[in-house]
């Protein structure tokens, strides 16, 4: 392991809590990139998956299932003041964690907000409290009480995280090919008045995955590139996405919150029954899955801009997955089986023969149109530039590197999302690790080319209104 970069020197110990897809592709960057030895990086497994992997490289792996009950306790006994835990687990609640993090005094990061175990598909609570909007109000309302705490990276992986990076490139791109004058923006008020100024309406994260393999989906099985666990309750969640200002009327079914900033809505129904128009460049046209996600809210919260203590301006933002054609296959049993969660799962890694992730930011409204920014990264390649990884989770594991680089460079900036971290600097250290990135003007709106066997209702003066992207 010589040649690679060492971004930053860690005093401390790294404790990596979950060694699923996540936590497994992370181990080998973590020792290549971080100048910290190998005694000092240390794995909680739920189960025994990962334990193999952490013992080639030489690492302590423990199985330890973590409940609301023994979480505090296990993890005093295995943390110190200085030490860095990276939450790569599903099931164990965030908010607890970062907590437990500032009383002790170490850094932390995960990948999204997760709750403790159940609480995504809990029929006693109310829609809206099972929503992302809801998990990050907790989250933010928990940055409040630490500012200047130790840093917590929340929802820092591919998306949500890096995705939130490339936006801010984006829009740097896209001033500079419309001879758009600007300086970098240097907060939050400056980049939502450039988004504001270049004219966009709406941001897409539009992800095409076409990791392929000749081992097919079985019936009564459920395949994925990454987490299934996690795919199946984001999937279970209610659809939700960031609503912009520009936008002329809530969709059939949808609600505004009772609580928080306000930036979003949901929908009546889960992500995984709920389909989108999206475009990447590979793919073209496609349907995507309208699945709730952290960037979808911090997006539009963040690129908001407010007048008179009203939001005079602010981008429709949300997730548009197309998921690799097994997980297509999965989902579809899945909803045929009332949302019951097949009885096998199986998260493709080594018989994947093909394909490529797609992921990107889809930036609509502007002079040219939509812009579509992001990392095509194959099977190959991602085989190339590092083991244990499948193309999904390396583009989710870099990102967690650049985010632990970040915060081991500025440990005290408190509980922070992507948008609050400096772009550029995890965009330097994840690049290396995604493939090919690229950055593809398109003429694509969401009402262009649809061959009209049916009188559908679309509001053709506003190609951007979230009605012509929702499919009906
Ligand atoms: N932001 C992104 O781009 C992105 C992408 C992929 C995954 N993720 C998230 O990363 C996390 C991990 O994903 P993955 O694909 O590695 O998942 P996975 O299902 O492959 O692995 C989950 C890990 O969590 C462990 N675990 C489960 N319950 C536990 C418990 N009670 N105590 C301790 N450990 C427990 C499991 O043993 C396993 O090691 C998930 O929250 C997922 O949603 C984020």
């Given amino acids: ?236 969640q209610p659809a939700e996405l960031g609503w912009g200002t520009h936008e002329k009327a809530l969709p059939a079914g949808a609600s505004t919150f009772t609580f928080g900033a306000g930036a979003a809505i949901y929908l009546d129904q889960p992500g995984a029954l709920s389909r989108v128009r999206s475009w990447t460049p590979l793919e073209g046209s496609y349907h995507g899955f309208l699945i709730t996600h952290n960037e979808a809210i911090s997006t539009s919260d963040y690129y908001t801009v407010m007048e008179n203590g009203e939001a005079s301006y602010r981008p429709t933002c949300h997730y548009a997955y197309h998921p690799c054609d097994d997980a297509i296959l999965s989902l579809h049993e899945l909803a045929g089986r009332n949302l019951h969660l097949q009885p096998r799962q199986r998260i493709m890694m080594d018989e994947i023969d093909t394909g490529v992730d797609e992921l990107g930011v889809l930036l609509l409204g502007h002079a040219r149109g939509a812009y579509w920014y992001g990392s095509r990264l194959s099977i190959q390649d991602a085989r190339k530039l590092a083991p244990h990884n499948n193309a999904t989770s390396l583009q989710v594991v870099a990102a967690v590197l650049g985010g632990m680089v970040w915060a081991i460079e500025n440990p005290k900036a408190g509980i922070v999302e992507a948008e609050q971290m400096d772009y550029d600097r995890v965009l330097e250290v994840a690049l290396p690790y995604l493939g090919e990135m690229a950055g593809v003007y398109s003429d694509w709106t969401p009402i262009k080319g649809r061959n009209q066997l049916y009188a559908e209702a679309v509001d053709a003066e506003d190609p951007w209104q979230f009605s012509n992207v929702l499919v009906k």
């Fill in 1 to 236: 392991m010589t040649g690679h970069i060492r971004h930053a020197t860690f005093e401390g110990s790294v404790l990596v809590l979950g060694t699923g897809s996540v936590g497994q592709g992370l181990l080998p960057l973590l020792l290549r990139h971080l100048d910290l030895p190998s005694e000092r990086v240390r794995c909680i497994g739920g189960d025994g998956r990962g334990a193999e992997i952490a013992a080639s490289l030489g690492l302590k792996f423990e199985k330890l299932p973590l409940t609301q009950a023994n979480y505090a306790a296990l993890l005093k006994e295995r943390l110190a003041a200085g030490d860095f835990l990276v939450n790569a687990s599903v099931d164990v609640s965030s908010v607890s964690l970062m907590e437990l993090c500032q009383e002790i005094g170490c850094l932390y990061i995960d990948t999204c907000i997760e709750p403790w175990k159940g609480a995504y598909t809990d029929h006693s609570l109310p829609a809206e409290r099972r929503t992302n909007y809801a998990m990050r109000h907790t989250a933010r309302e928990l940055a409040k009480r630490y500012p200047g705490g130790h840093t917590a990276v929340v929802a820092h992986g591919a998306n949500p995280g890096l995705v939130s990076h490339f936006i801010k490139q984006a829009l740097i791109d896209i001033a500079r090919d419309t001879g758009f004058k600007t300086d970098v923006p240097k907060g939050r008020d400056g980049w939502a008045r450039l988004m504001q100024e270049l004219g966009i309406r709406a941001v897409h994260v539009a992800e095409r995955d076409t990791q392929y393999s000749a081992r097919i989906k079985q019936r009564g099985e459920f395949v994925n590139t990454w987490s299934v666990d996690g795919f199946y309750s984001e999937g279970a």
